[in-house]
């Protein structure tokens, strides 16, 4: 990520990772919040509702980061600025990279901590979830993301996918080794 000594707001907001996650911040709790309104009409009662609305922001903000950032980035612009912002989508662009080579950069722990949170908060959106069905969901929606990037105009990588098992598996253990720790059956 390049920040320049001459940085606007405007580069700062549309350009770089802190930028995208500002950006993202008021969808995924709408998402969280329309789903628990949802969720409440039909009787919902309001602390597993509460906490499955977590997951649902979670999964917003996950496919906004990893599918949807350009198009968001699109609508902000337009949004700040009244008018198109000559950024484009361009679909089906993407390359694909089946090398593995990891290293410690930032992007590689990105990739780690971004479905690290996944083994926490599904079981609590499906309650009756098990580790297996929780860590074979999360790779599964892993690897759907994965192979949609392509068409979204970003890049498959296998190393993405490997980092984010990495997250899903430790985070599914932890949870589900918790839950056996403390004797309960609730998610953690």
Partial sequence: MYFPDNMT???FFLDTYPGYFLQLLPLAPLAGAV???LRFRRGGKTKPVLLASLFVCYLAGLLGV???LRPISMGWYRLLYHRESGMSVHWFGGSFDFAL???LGAENLFNLLLFLPFGVLYPLFRREATWRRTAL?????????ELLQPVFGRSFDLNDVLLNGIGIAAST???FGLRRWRGKEKPC
Avoid: H, K, S, V
């Fill in 9 to 11: 707001w405007q580069y």
């Fill in 35 to 37: 789903y628990a309104a």
């Fill in 66 to 68: 990893t599918l949807l």
């Fill in 101 to 103: 080579g990891l290293d």
């Fill in 137 to 145: 969901t999360g790779l599964g929606l892993c690897l759907g993301i």
């Fill in 173 to 175: 253990a932890l949870c």
